[in-house]
């Protein structure tokens, strides 16, 4: 427990960036575990407007249509607060 409470302590004296480093990081990681399971849910990169091409066996997407709502969304989202 000691260890704990010494990181605790670490990150409510940590400068502000860091601070912000962490939840970046944080937030990285929680978006890497949950993006699979919404993207099998979600029509996300299967939209019309979104294009896929493939060339010599690869197969790449340019998510056109999927960034533009994303991008209302999160303005939408921000907007309001």
């Known amino acids: 427990m000691v ?3 010494d990181f605790q302590r670490a990150i409510l004296t940590a400068p502000p960036m860091l601070k912000w480093l962490i939840v970046i990081l944080i937030a990285v990681l929680v978006l890497g575990l949950v993006m699979p399971r919404l993207a099998a849910r979600l029509p996300l990169g299967r939209l ?7 060339w010599r066996g690869q197969e790449y997407s340019f998510p056109f249509a999927t960034t533009l709502l994303l991008s209302l969304l999160l303005s939408l989202i921000l907007r309001l607060l």
């Open 3 to 5: 260890i704990m409470a």
């Open 48 to 54: 019309p407007g979104d294009v896929r091409l493939r």
